[in-house]
């Protein structure tokens, strides 16, 4: 491999020839051997950070503060790593300083390098400077905070909350198709009153629309970005107008309502609002959880578990058992559920570990925001797509758990009393009668007036809609 030479203000690098990244890109690849491939700084935040620094560019431009020949330069290296035309360029790990300097400047190099390409120079020359031109009015500690407000607000926007409502989508329309279907309630995990397998399913629908709800909520802090605010928060070497443009040139590029925030003291220092982010993932996480084991619960058997649904044999559950039909995709999304609770917890400790006028947690806390926002929302297209598109009713099983089942009895309480009910409900669990026999045979109503109580279809809420 060939090599050039490159400077920063602690001396010379050699940096491979064919890389547009320049000296402190290098340092920080030499110095931080952390971790893997997988844990390189998550992509969509370099698009982002280099959107942050076309709209710079542009606003600079228009400020008087950059020549029109290297901001129009800059601005399209910018949109060319934006689009992901230079995503090799860009090697650097999480595990770096904690206020993703050495990302920043990854950008701001590669930018640099490949404007002065466009304008006929010499890798290195600095005749386009990553810092005095690319990062100007800027520093990363608030470059670095804004990217990670809209990337953020892009990924759940334009990913997580469509695979949400597609998968609320699913589950309503297993709820229309199963409000004939009655079946035995349960609570402890022991028989409870009916409810219609619709309703069970309409409950689960119910979830994914709040945790929709929530996250949009949340989004809202999320658009003040802090840029402007330079090191601490005081705008030290930035004009007074350029915050204001930039992210007005951010909120015309990407659509959402970006605005400059109101305290920059607190948008480089905390990041409770990614925190709360963060939370609401969890949150999801913990409602996806219960639904990937109800349907696997649903679907357990055939012969000894509760056998209510069939769920598609997408493979061979079994490298020993042939026929086994195992529910992978409530394995995998559970799983996934578990990873999002633990990245929280990383977000959770990186957003109390701040100090003074900067956290040094954001690239942990970005990563793993992210992580949990693109497994959220690829285990729900999956479950979705894979698990819950093809779910059947067992009606013959449903039908016969529900004539077995001793809550029926509930519906005699208001006729003839709590202990009376119980004592029918307990007579039949011991003898393996019904509780039709255990009623007649106490004398407390006849077959007449059982038969006209005892009606699972009566008994799915204060008016029943089912018809038929």
């Known amino acids: 491999m060939s090599f050039r030479e490159e400077s920063d203000s602690l001396g010379v690098v050699r940096i491979p020839k064919n890389r547009l990244w320049g000296a402190q890109t290098q340092r920080s690849l030499e110095n931080f051997r952390i971790g893997g491939l997988s844990e390189r700084m998550p992509i969509e935040l370099i698009h982002t950070l280099a959107l942050v620094k076309k709209c710079a ?6 400020l008087s503060l950059l020549d029109g020949e290297k901001a129009d330069a800059i601005i399209q290296s910018a949109e060319e790593v934006r689009q992901g035309q230079w995503d090799d360029h860009f090697p650097l790990v999480v595990w770096q300083t904690g206020s993703g300097t050495q990302t920043n400047m990854n950008v701001n190099e590669v930018i640099a390098n490949r ?30 905070p804004a990217a990670m407000n809209i990337v953020s607000v892009d990924q759940v926007s334009g990913i997580l909350l469509k695979k949400l409502k597609s998968l609320e989508k699913s589950l309503n329309v297993k709820a229309k198709e199963f409000e004939k279907i009655i079946k035995v309630g349960r609570t402890h995990l022991m028989d409870a009153t009916p409810l219609s397998l619709g309703q069970e399913f309409s409950g689960y629908a119910g979830q994914m629309a709040s945790h929709q709800d929530r996250l949009k909520g949340c989004l809202v802090r999320l658009y003040s970005l802090g840029l ?58 913990c409602g996806l959880m219960k639904l990937g084991n109800d349907i696997r619960l649903m679907a357990s058997g055939p012969r000894a578990g509760f056998n209510e649904i069939f769920i598609p044999a997408n493979e061979p559950g079994s490298s020993i058992m042939p026929g086994k039909v195992n529910p992978t995709q409530s394995e995998a999304l559970t799983m996934v559920c578990a990873e999002v609770i633990g990245c929280d917890a990383a977000v959770s400790i990186g957003g109390a570990s701040g100090h003074f006028e900067l956290n040094v947690f954001k690239p942990l806390i970005i990563f793993n925001i992210l992580r949990s926002i693109q497994l959220l929302a690829s285990a729900s297209e ?66 007449e007036e059982f038969d006209r109580i ?15």
Do not use: W
């Open 115 to 144: 404007a002065i390409q466009i304008l006929g120079g010499r890798f290195g020359d600095k005749s386009v400077h990553p810092n005095d031109d690319v990062n100007k009015c800027q520093s990363s500690n608030d470059v670095f």
């Open 382 to 447: 999956s479950f979705q797509k894979n698990c819950v598109d093809g779910i059947k009713a067992n009606e013959q099983q449903l039908k016969q758990n529900l004539d077995r089942s001793l809550m029926l009895v509930t519906a005699l309480n208001p006729h003839i009393g709590y202990d009376k009910a119980a004592q029918i409900a307990k007579a039949a669990y011991q003898n393996g009668s019904t509780l039709k026999e255990e009623a007649l045979r106490l004398g407390y109503v006849t077959a």
């Open 454 to 468: 005892i009606r699972p279809r009566d008994m799915l809420g204060p008016k029943n809609k089912i018809t038929g």
């Open 228 to 285: 402007g605010g330079t090191a601490v928060g005081t705008g030290l070497n930035a004009h007074p107008d350029f915050a204001k443009r930039a992210i007005a040139f951010i909120a015309e590029e990407t659509g959402y309502p970006f605005l400059p925030v109101q305290n920059l003291f607190t948008s480089s220092s905390a990041h409770d609002d990614l925190v709360e982010l963060s939370g609401f993932l969890k949150t999801l996480a």
């Open 57 to 62: 560019a542009r606003a600079n431009q228009e």
